[in-house]
């Protein structure tokens, strides 16, 4: 049996960064983990593998396509090594799971190898390699994460048929790549596989791809891939997924009832995640789940169970990983006796396609559905002298302000290093900013970040200077 102050039962961003923040707070902290190695999805699975991924895809693209603008020749032509990609992206992971582990080491954390069960909500039971072990502490909080979704009717057999995790590690890059859902993960993976050569079919049952972010990114960003050969297929609604040999085939019916016949050498399926509580015996608690499966917290995070908080994808919100490590800080100072805060309407939210597509705060379409009165400034990239010397001329920044008060309400900007910019939009917002007061701060130029000063000068009584 081992005691401990606090345990965290999963090492992604949200468990880590809890576990680290409470040893920081002079908590006797473990953290419970069932994979070999720590980083949960985002930094084994996911953010980190596909960001590497799609840097490397992106220099193949530059090279084949934009160099020759530039005036750079490269003699015998230009090729890839797709098994070089792949190590190149494993070798990024590794780097970073070494880096969690010496932040355990530096933060005197034990690791605890196993899967963590409650056998009661004082008692966790610990199943690893060397049997069964018994933790208890005074405080718990899971961050268990998330797994990919499924459709009920589609058997992934993660060879032909896969998730994004197989989608990470393929052996070739795929004839016709056909993308299940038009969501993030699927646009960047679909990216990638494009840019080295694949067909790439999007199919996505909302009319629009990235359905929650405001429409006019959306638009914008399918203009884009589209111009990049990626193909869409909005309003279908996918009834089938089945194998033949080598050959995937996807049936679905469009918006006119038809239907529609995709074949390609592997399918992704994309269509969302869904928290991860199998195996956690929460049966023997208190604690209750939602009809999604999330597990149901108050404001200070804590389940049914007042000592056992929940933070990250297994509770309701957007399923982000610096969403998990603002709640993961969040649940380790409440535990502590601290008073933090978090403002969910200002958690970023980002594509990492080329361009980047990055938004925070209210869209236009919430802003008309609540009957706010607001008023809207864009400002096209292609107008900015940054964006002409690098060749990254697609895309906007639209800022959305109260048509009273010109508080800035929401920021959606689709171009070159947004997922970068966002945050000057959050640090705006957080201290309740004016379109007028960024409108009046000094931007270095020439940079990208300028065409967010010339949106809040659109925004103040149409002052761009640019446009």
């Not at 469009?254 to 969302?272: I, N, P, R, T």
């Not at 929401?410 to 910019?421: E, F, K, P, T």
């Not at 701060?441 to 010339?454: L, Q």
């Amino acid at each position: 049996m081992k005691t401990f102050d606090l345990v965290v039962i999963g090492s992604g961003p949200g468990g880590y960064v809890s576990a680290i923040r409470a040893a920081q707070l002079g908590l006797k902290t473990a953290i419970v983990e069932k994979d070999n190695t720590l980083g949960g999805t985002c930094l084994n699975v996911g953010c980190i593998p596909s960001k590497a991924l799609l840097d490397s895809s992106h220099r193949y693209e530059e090279a084949v396509h934009e160099f020759e603008n530039h005036g750079i020749q490269i003699s015998g032509g230009v090729s890839f090594d797709f098994r070089k990609m792949i190590e190149r992206k494993q070798s990024v992971v590794d780097q970073t799971v070494k880096g969690i582990e010496y932040l355990m080491d530096k933060n005197q954390i034990e690791v605890i190898r196993g899967l963590g069960s409650f056998k009661d909500s004082k008692t966790l039971q610990v199943s690893g390699n060397e049997g069964m072990i018994e933790v208890t502490a005074s405080k718990f909080i899971i961050a268990t994460g998330s797994k990919p979704g499924n459709l009920p009717f589609i058997e992934l057999d993660k060879d032909r048929i896969i998730t994004s995790t197989e989608a990470l590690s393929l052996t070739e890059v795929p004839k016709h790549f056909l993308v299940i859902g038009g969501g993030v993960i699927g646009l960047e993976l679909g990216q990638v596989y494009r840019r080295l050569g694949a067909e790439v079919s999007v199919i996505e049952y909302a009319d629009r791809i990235i359905p929650t972010m405001d429409a006019a990114l959306s638009k914008e960003l399918t203009k884009v891939m589209k111009k990049q050969g990626v193909k869409f297929y909005v309003s279908h609604k996918v009834s089938s997924v089945s194998r033949e040999g080598d050959l995937v085939i996807v049936k679905a019916t469009d918006k006119k009832d038809q239907e529609v016949v995709f074949e390609g050498d592997y399918a992704l399926v994309s269509v969302g995640r869904v928290p991860n509580t199998e195996g956690l015996g929460l049966e023997n608690t208190q604690i209750e789940k939602d009809q999604s499966g999330r597990i149901i917290t108050n404001e200070q995070l804590q389940t049914k169970e007042s000592h056992i908080y929940a933070i990250g994808d297994v509770v309701a919100g957007v399923m982000l990983a610096h969403k998990a490590e603002e709640e993961g800080v969040f649940a380790a100072e409440v535990i502590a006796g601290q008073k933090p805060h978090i403002n969910y309407n200002l958690i970023p939210g980002v594509v990492y396609t080329w361009p980047e597509v990055a938004a925070v705060g209210r869209t236009e379409e919430q802003l008309k559905a609540d009957g706010v009165a607001y008023k809207a400034g864009s400002f096209p990239m292609r107008a900015l002298g940054r964006s002409r010397a690098s060749g990254d001329i697609d895309g906007f920044v639209k800022i959305l302000a109260d048509a009273s008060t010109d508080e800035v309400l929401g920021v959606h900007m689709i171009g070159a290093r947004c997922a970068d910019l966002i945050s000057e939009a959050v640090t705006a917002m957080e201290f309740r900013a004016s379109a007028e007061d960024i409108a009046r701060m000094s931007h270095a130029h020439p940079t990208y970040s300028e065409a967010i000063k010339e949106a809040a000068l659109a925004a103040t009584e149409n002052r761009a200077l640019h446009t």
